[in-house]
């Protein structure tokens, strides 16, 4: 299941993370514009302006989705429990560990 919280940029340009449950601010190191994010279980997934992004909540760590670089990431949504991304390219669902293309962009 997903839990609550918001991305948000401080006027430095630095972004955060705030989990809405326990009120923790945790820093999001970030060299991309967002778009759109989806907390699923432990992982924060920032849908930005050069590809996906995964954020490891349980040990802070930031790590590219390669094989969506430089894909302009639209929208990121939940259904049941499988994480789905549209992009520029086209449509992917999570599979396990990777993102699988589900339908190329027209």
Known sequence: S???GI???ESE????????????????S???NPLTCLLSEK????????????FDLD???MSQVTSMDNQVINSIEQLDDEVWISSNNGIYK????RFIMQRRSI
């Not at 993370?17 to 820093?27: E, I, V």
């Not at 999570?94 to 560990?97: G, L, N, V």
């Open 59 to 61: 040990n802070l760590k």
């Open 94 to 97: 999570k599979s396990e560990d």
């Open 30 to 32: 970030l060299n991309a």
């Open 13 to 28: 340009g630095k972004y955060y993370f705030l989990n809405a449950l326990n009120g923790h601010l945790l820093p999001v």
């Open 43 to 54: 992982i924060l997934y920032i849908g930005t302006d050069k590809g996906l992004f995964e």
């Open 2 to 4: 997903s839990r609550k």
């Open 7 to 9: 991305l948000v940029k």
